[in-house]
């Protein structure tokens, strides 16, 4: 009987495990390989506008060209369109004909961090700051007595761009928020963790040299307003049309004596945001179905705006893909599947209690299926069908892709968004898959190299699906 209970637990329980049981030697070497080429994507794309121009240089080197409409198109040709400097979309026009629909990886490589308001610069108590507006869900604390860097654009009422980077570069300064001293926090110790570091404490510390003028008032911004003079031709009134970003100074690091982790800002979501595009450049052969990359903008605000999902963006380009077969843009979408590919939320033993362990994310157990997101009872989400679930699962195993399915959390406790349900609203069938992460949000998240791989290997499955 013991013996028959064994076979029966083999054959009808599920047999997950950790990645590491299931990859051999020579898989480790590929998973390396392709960590080391994420680390470098994430230190050189630390903002969307980076993000992109660094995923626009990966695929002209991979042999895609800029679409311009009306472009003669055939199979095996590989195109690209950058929306506004912030969101890319790719495309490798497959043997089959977008009337039979097209398979898309859509990821978004924007990640939270702090916007400069646009009358940032200020002296208080003979010391300049930068006041900002932060981006997307963060915990304020964790942004005070970090190292930072600030990058973006400065656009002139002519129409100049100047680029600005201060901070990335060796012997570079960097910028910091000050938080109170512990023997003066007492009553700051006393508020709920949301509260004791308000918003508008999130100001940058950029200076306390003033000019050399005994008798004015705001010597210190005068000097730094001047640096930036110098450096950049910008005044203060500049400010108002510039988008500067301020983002966590350090690089992306190994994690662990035997470093299976990748510690660094910006995993949610350029994790998948590089292993969407990687998968892409890296097909070998043309695929039957036409793969499509999207790396979009503004997830961590809703989506909205010109560069987000919800923009009409992403069905111009398509449409003018579609519109060069002679093929409607409804009839490509019913018949197109859609991997939205964005992180989940790894189970961390420490804060065990938000968790409900059954249906969690794990480390180490490979790309993570959420079939909905969204929060209470799956409000904001698509919410994947059976079938679409059975379709990308197959997919999965056929390609011996490590998988994982998890919810972000306990019932009711939180919840989260994707652009899954922009996508689905398109009439495209779509269930969100990606990586787990450690420390979502924070300015430093960490993830595991071996969950990086699998997910690289499942997207590139779906474009080949």
């Known amino acids: 009987m013991a013996e028959k209970n064994k076979e029966l637990k083999e054959k009808l329980f599920s047999k997950r495990k950790n990645g590491y049981d299931r990859v051999s030697d020579k898989d480790c070497g590929a998973i390396e390989a392709y960590c080391t080429g994420y680390k470098a994507y994430l230190d050189a794309g630390k903002t969307e506008r980076l993000c992109a121009a660094e995923s626009i240089r990966m695929a002209e080197q991979a042999g895609y060209r800029r679409y311009e409409r009306g472009m003669a198109l055939a199979s095996g040709d590989k195109v690209y369109v950058c929306n506004r400097g912030k969101a890319v979309m790719l495309a490798h026009l497959g043997t089959d004909t977008l009337d039979n629909g097209a398979n898309i990886v859509a990821a978004h490589i924007d990640s939270p961090r702090l916007d400069l308001k646009p009358n940032p610069l200020y002296e208080e108590g003979e010391a300049a700051y930068l006041k900002t507006h932060y981006y997307g869900g963060i915990r304020k604390h964790q942004w005070t007595t970090i190292l930072l860097e600030l990058h973006g654009v400065v656009v002139k009422s002519d129409g100049t761009v100047v680029n600005v980077n201060i901070g990335a570069e060796e012997g570079d300064p960097k910028f910091i928020i000050t938080d109170l001293l512990p023997h003066l926090g007492a009553e700051q110790n006393k508020k709920p963790l949301g509260e004791a570091i308000p918003a508008e404490n999130l100001n940058l510390l950029v200076g306390s040299?003033?000019?050399?003028?005994?008798?004015?008032?705001?010597r210190v911004k005068?000097?730094?307003?001047?640096?930036?003079y110098d450096k950049y031709g910008i005044t203060e009134d500049d400010f108002t049309s510039a988008e500067l970003e301020a983002v966590p100074a350090a690089k992306a690091s190994d994690v662990g004596l035997d470093r299976s982790f990748i510690g660094a800002y910006g995993h949610d979501d350029r994790v998948c945001g590089y292993a969407a595009l990687k998968a892409l450049l890296d097909l070998e052969e043309t695929p039957r179905k036409t793969a499509v990359c999207l790396l979009a903008d503004k997830e961590e605000i809703g989506s909205m705006g010109v560069t987000g999902m919800q923009s009409a963006a992403f069905d111009t380009f398509m449409e003018d893909l579609c519109d060069a077969q002679d093929v409607p843009l409804r009839a490509c979408f019913e018949k197109s599947f859609c991997l939205s590919a964005d992180?989940?939320?790894?189970?961390?033993p420490g804060f065990a209690e938000v968790y409900?362990?059954?249906?969690?994310?794990?480390v180490n157990y490979g790309i993570c299926l959420s079939k909905y997101t969204g929060a209470r009872g799956k409000s904001g989400s698509s919410d994947a069908t059976a079938e679409t679930v059975a379709h990308v699962r197959g997919t999965f195993d056929r390609a011996d892709v490590l998988w994982q399915i998890a919810e972000l959390g306990k019932t009711d406790v939180g919840g989260g968004g994707t652009v899954a349900m922009f996508m689905a609203n398109r009439n495209i069938d779509t269930i969100d898959a990606g990586v787990a992460v450690l420390s979502m949000h924070a300015p430093v998240e960490v993830v595991s190299k071996l969950d990086c791989y699998e997910t690289y290997k499942g997207m590139k499955a779906?474009?080949?699906a």
């Open 343 to 348: 992180v989940n939320a790894a189970y961390d």
């Open 462 to 464: 779906v474009y080949q």
């Open 222 to 228: 005068l000097a730094v307003m001047q640096l930036l």
């Open 209 to 218: 040299r003033p000019v050399e003028d005994e008798e004015g008032g705001e």
């Open 356 to 362: 409900e362990k059954r249906n969690a994310a794990f």
